[in-house]
C-alpha cells in the first residue's frame, strides 16, 4: 500500500510569496494518478492539479505541479487570501485512494 | 453536478451508521463512479469505497468488513452503510464522484456524523 507523506506539516508565508509543498511517495507512483486539492476552512477540499501538473480549468496559474518516481511538489506562485488553507496530495492505486497527511499554509 | 448528504448526525456505539447521497444535475447512470470518503475532525481525508451503477463496487481494504455501498439508479442516489461503529468513525462524510483518472471532480458538502451514547 503506497504511503504520502507531506511536509511540511505547516508553512509560514506572506501574501505574495512562493509556497513549495513537498509530497512524498513511499514507493514509485505513475504520474497519471496523483493529484492535488485545496481545502478552505470548513469546505470540502477543491481539485487543483491532475496527473501530477496538469492544471483544472478554472484554477488560477499561479498553481503548479511537478515531479515524478516519489517526489512530487505543488508551487504556488504570489499567496493570495484564499491560499491559506490545508492542502493533500492523493493517488490512486488498485482500487484504492490514499491522501497525504496535508501541509497547512498559515499567514506569516 | 451537486452532491447531497442525508442521514442521521449522531449514532449510537455498536449500530449501523447510514448516510443517502442524492445527486443531481447529473444522472448517477453516466460513465463516472460514486463514492464516499471521511475526514475525521483535524485529520486527513480516508478513502471508504467506490460504486458504478451497475452495481460493481470497491471497498478500502481497511473497513471492508463493515461498509456496504449500494445504488439505487431509479431515485438517482447511492448509499453508505457502516456497521459496528465506535467513536473512531466520527467524522464529516462526503459523497463524491470519482473524475478521469481517478481524482475527485465533484463533492458533497459534507455530513459531520458523531457516534456517541
Known amino acids: 500500500e503506497v504511503e504520502l507523506t507531506q511536509s511540511p506539516g505547516t508553512l509560514s508565508g506572506s501574501l505574495g510569496e512562493r509556497a513549495t509543498l513537498s509530497c512524498r511517495a513511499s514507493?514509485?507512483?505513475?504520474?497519471?494518478?496523483l493529484a492535488w486539492y485545496r481545502q478552505q476552512p470548513g469546505q470540502a477540499p477543491r481539485l487543483l492539479i491532475f496527473g501530477a501538473s496538469n492544471r483544472v480549468t478554472g484554477i488560477p496559474d499561479r498553481f503548479s505541479g511537478s515531479g515524478s518516481g516519489t517526489e512530487f511538489t505543488l508551487t504556488i506562485n504570489r499567496l493570495e487570501p484564499e491560499d491559506f488553507a490545508m492542502y493533500y496530495c492523493q493517488y490512486y492505486d488498485y482500487s484504492v485512494l490514499t491522501f497525504g497527511g496535508g501541509t497547512k499554509v498559515e499567514i506569516k | 453536478v451537486k452532491l447531497q448528504e442525508s442521514g442521521p448526525r449522531l449514532v449510537k456505539p455498536s449500530e449501523t451508521l447510514s448516510l443517502t447521497c442524492s445527486v443531481s444535475d447529473d444522472s448517477i447512470t453516466t460513465n463516472f463512479y460514486w463514492g464516499w470518503l471521511r475526514q475525521p475532525p483535524g485529520k486527513t481525508l480516508e478513502y471508504i469505497g467506490t460504486v458504478y451503477h451497475a452495481g460493481q463496487t470497491f471497498y478500502n481494504p481497511s473497513l471492508s468488513s463493515r461498509v456496504t455501498i449500494s445504488v439505487d439508479s431509479s431515485r438517482n442516489q447511492f448509499s453508505l452503510n457502516l456497521q459496528s461503529v465506535t467513536a473512531a468513525d466520527t467524522a464529516k462524510y462526503y459523497c463524491?464522484?470519482?473524475?478521469?483518472?481517478?481524482?475527485?471532480?465533484?463533492w458533497g458538502q459534507g455530513a459531520l456524523v458523531t457516534v456517541s451514547s
Open positions: 514507493q514509485s507512483l505513475n504520474s497519471k494518478y
Open positions: 463524491v464522484r470519482f473524475g478521469d483518472w481517478w481524482v475527485v471532480d465533484f
